[in-house]
Structures are given as C-alpha cells and as structure tokens.
C-alpha cells in the first residue's frame, strides 16, 4: 500500500495540531519546549524515505519563496499577541529598560556577526550584512516561552515584558539592515547609495511603519469600543462578574483584520510593517485597559499563532533533514555558538548596564534573546530580492544558530525564568515585612525595582 505524500502531510500536521496543547505543558515539567520536540519530529520524518517533499532553499529558489511568506505570517501574527497581551502603559519610563536593547545591543550584534561572517566566514561584505541582520534580532515566535502572559493579569515581569517588547520592536529594526545588504549587493564604495538607504530604510520607513500603526491602532479602538464590543462585554460583566471569557470568532476577525490593514498599508507607503503591527497592536491594547476584549482578541490571535508554528517547526525539521546544514563548516557552527552564548549577552548587559533592574534580571534579558523564524523570513526575503554569494553558507550558518537557539533556550529558559521569579517572590515578602511600620512616603522610596507599580 503506497501513501501519497500530500495525503500524508495531512495526517502529520493534524496529529501535531491536536497533540500541541497537551504536549506544551507536559514537556515543561522535563525542562523541554514544543519547538525541540517537534522540529525533531519533522527532522525524523523528513529522514524517512516517505517520498516527503524536500525543503531546500538553497536548492530551490520556489522555497525560499513560500518561506518567505510563510514566515512573513506568523511573525505578523505573533507580533499582533504580543502588542495585545502587554499590560504596562507606554511611557517614556515605563519601557526605559527596552531602549538600550534597541539601540545598543541590536546594533552591536549586527555589527559583530557581520564582522564574524566577513572574517571567519570569507563572506562577502553584502552576505555578511545579510547574516548579521537575520540573525540579530529577537524572535517573537519562539520566544513565546519568555514572552508576557494573556492580558489582563495585572503582575509585573520585567524580565518577560522586556523580552516581548524587544522581539516586537527589533523584527521591524532590522529591515533596514537587510535592505543595506541588499543595497550593497555588487558595490564597492560608499556612496550616494548609502545617503539613501539613511534617508528611505533607515529613516522614513521607521517612521511610517510608527505612524501608520499608532493610527490603525487608534482607529480599530474607536471602532471596537465605541461602535461593536463595548456593549455586548458590558453586558457580561454586568450578568457575571466572575464569569469566563465567552470566546467567539468576531472579536478576533476584527482584530487580525485591522492589524493585516495596518501592515499592508505600511508597506504601500513603503513603511514596516512588523513595525506597523506591533505599534497597532500596543496602540489598540492601550484603550480600554480592562476591558475582557484584550484578552478575546489575544486569544484568537494566540490560535492563529499556534497553527501556523506547528507547521513551521515541522517545516524547519524538514530543513534539516534536506540537507541545509550540508556546508556547515566548524567557523560557521562556531559563529553560531559565539552568538548564543557570547555575542548577545555581552551586549544585553552592556545595554541593560544603567538599568535599576536587578543583576539576575539584567543576566535573564541578556541571554535569553531566542533566535528563530524571524531570521528564516530575513533570510529567504534578501535571498527573493538580490543575488547574494554564499547563500548556501548564510543559510548553514542560520539553521545551526537557530537550532542551537532552540535547544539551549529551549531547555534553559523555564527554569532561569522561574528561578528569577522566586527571586521576585522572595523580595515583595522581604519588602513586606521590612515595610509594614514604615510611612507611606517612605514605603514608597523602598520600594526595590522588581515591584515598582506601573
């Protein structure tokens, strides 16, 4: 009896659809994540003469084109429930910790991984632009295990907030350091050329991707609470108020349909549109703090989120077993590993330096930066739009970092985030006891770091 291959597929992503819940929360008790297990799975599978299709993109430039909008979409969609899930309002101090891993950790790991990928690499300058800009930022899809709880939980982690907003704002900052790459495929000077790329990549489409997400954001708000959820949630509440969420498909079709709005029309005015959705999503979530609509949308969208993952993480497997790591050289792993364990938490901490957050925490954001999905999008999209040397490399050099990223972060991170956790615990019961006969003026100066109100 012979299975046909597409047949076979089916079956595959069904089973891995229905065991993903389940699987999630008993693997966290083995210190393991969904992603390791399941790219493992599809590595497996892929190995075995099934007839499955190969994944190549160094092969097949049709693949490095459905990964490329593949991966465009679930970004897209783990940006939208990262926005919405962020409690803490938007201020200047509020996400004063974030900036530093924007403009000081991000560059500095573009700038070392190019270095790396021209000197040790042999690369090309415009390759190893390339490679420093997809595997800079943090990604918001694996990092899901780090990232900020639902909605309306009302507990503060700085270490997972700061982790959720860096991943939701670094996938937009990097698109300007892939475009430089590509702008300097075939050149080998400065010139006019970079004037450019500062004005149109660096500039204008931050700027625009910042502007049209805060206006779409604003704009879903209004229409949600003033014209379609505020009474029906009101309604609710006022029936039960300790009733659970009555989860139903049009608070999330409103949603992922105003934030695909946003994205698409950021990129017609040649703005981000990771950026634009990110901005929406946070912009949106800022209106109606309490309202139960967070929590409905974030849900939907958590959803979406979670199918589509389960088809990449097979998807990668497939990768590996497709012979993408076939010219991974030692230089290339070791770039990989320079990055993990030394490259980014030498720049988390120099950036988080100035930072009140305690050392444990400064140590937690600094290592934790997970590597995934977001580095194939760049990849494969620098790949579809110039002709870059050395991509066989580049992707060799990616996969690795990223299955890399996935297996140490994957195991470490549950526990180190406890462990900062209990650190927290323990604190507020210090702080508590040490508090409880002092004056409100100075219960509030001693107040340390991890507990400072919002």
Known sequence: MEFEPRILMFVIFGLGLTLAVSLEKRLARFWLSLPIVYVAAGFVLYSLPLGLPNINPTLDGFDALALEYITEFIVIASLMAAGIAIDRPVSWKNWGQIWPLLVIAMPLTIAAVAFLGWWALGLPVASALLL?????????????SVQVGPPGENQRHDVRFSLTVEAGINDGLAFPFTYLAIAAVGMTSLGSW????????????????????????RAGAWYVFEREADAPMKEIEEEDATAQPKYSTSEGLIV????????GLAEL??????????????????RENRSRYHKLSHHFIDQIEQIVLVAVLFGFGAMLASGVLDALTWPAALVGIALIFVIRPLGGLLSESLCDLPMIGKLAI????VRGMGSIYYLAYGQNHASFEGLDILWATASFTILLSIVVHGIVAGPFIAYVERRRAHIHEGQDEEMAGLAPDDRRLAIEPFSKPE
């Open 132 to 144: 420093g800009a997809a595997l800079a930022p943090t990604d918001p899809v694996l990092a899901r």
């Open 194 to 217: 970079t004037l450019e790329w500062a004005a149109l990549d660096l500039l204008w489409r931050i700027v625009a991707g910042v502007a049209v997400g805060w206006a779409v954001g």
């Open 256 to 263: 992922l349909g105003t934030l695909l709005l946003g994205y």
């Open 269 to 286: 005015v040649e703005g981000y549109g990771f950026l634009a959705v990110f901005v929406g999503a946070v912009t949106a979530r800022q």
């Open 366 to 369: 600094a290592f934790l930066g």
